[in-house]
Structure formats: C-alpha cells, structure tokens
C-alpha cells in the first residue's frame, strides 16, 4: 500500500486527526514517517493498527489495556490468557454498568409513572429529585 496523509488514514479508519495525533504522542501509534515538506506519512501497519485501535476503543477498552492488548499481537504464540483476563474485567465492568442503568431506568420509570400532570406543586419527578435521602448512591454511573 501507498503512503497516506493523515486525513486519508482519518477517513479510511473512522479516527478524527486530532485523535491520531494523541494516539501518536502518547505511543499507542508508531510516529509517521515525515515527507520532504514535514507532514506525516502513514502506511498499511498504521491502518492497521488504528483499526484495531478504534475497534478495541469502541468495544471501550481503556487505553492501557489496548497498549498490552497490541503488545500481545505482536507475539502470536504467546500464551493468550493475559488477553482473556483483560476481556474478562472489561465484560464484567460492562455487566456492572449494565446492572446501573436498569437500576437507574427502574427509578426514572417509576418518577415517570407516578406522573399526574398537574402543577410544579404536585409534580412527582420534583419531588423524587428533591428527596435526597431517597436517592440510592448506586444509581450513578461511572
């Protein structure tokens, strides 16, 4: 494959510029080659890599954990249970998140439900906001 500018890397992968730039600063992504006039220059192992990249990031696996993940394709006879323990956590984050929003779904219903649609006076969503003691902590999502 050709060298690419960043905008045609951008557009091929889904990544806005800016975002390439920090995966860049930050080690994630190999620095570009620079062309004559010093502007980056990327080729198929960036698209590549920045495709598993924004896959791995739209999955929402943090950062760090993408770092290792990548380290580990760099070794594919390696053993791959680093790789399932990483999935493992990130899954049961996700379950917990899940398990939040059902909760906080449950509460907004029943606000919702208890509704009359009368007066600010009366108003059951007012009054289930300004009942702190009411408020179960659990209900924030991370």
Do not use: W
């Not at 889904?14 to 080659?33: D, H, M, N, Q, S």
């Not at 998140?97 to 919702?112: F, H, K, P, T």
Request: aromatic share 4%; hydrophobic share 40%.
């Amino acid at each position: 494959m050709e060298q690419m500018p960043i905008g045609a890397l951008s557009e091929a992968t889904g990544v806005k510029v800016p975002t390439i730039r920090f995966y860049e600063e930050i080690g994630l992504l190999p620095a570009a080659v620079r062309t004559q006039s010093n502007r980056r220059s990327y080729g198929d192992a960036h698209l590549q890599r920045l495709r598993f990249i924004r896959h791995a990031r739209d999955l929402g696996f943090a950062v760090d954990d993408i770092r290792e993940l990548l380290a580990m394709a760099a070794e594919p006879q390696a053993s791959c249970d680093r790789a399932d323990s990483i999935a493992q956590r990130h899954l049961a984050d996700v379950e917990r998140r899940i398990a939040q929003l059902q909760s906080l779904r449950g509460e907004l219903q029943r606000m919702v439900g208890e509704c009359q649609h009368g007066r600010v006076a009366e108003c059951r969503v007012i009054e289930s906001l300004a009942d702190h003691g009411h408020c179960l902590h659990d209900h924030r999502v991370a």
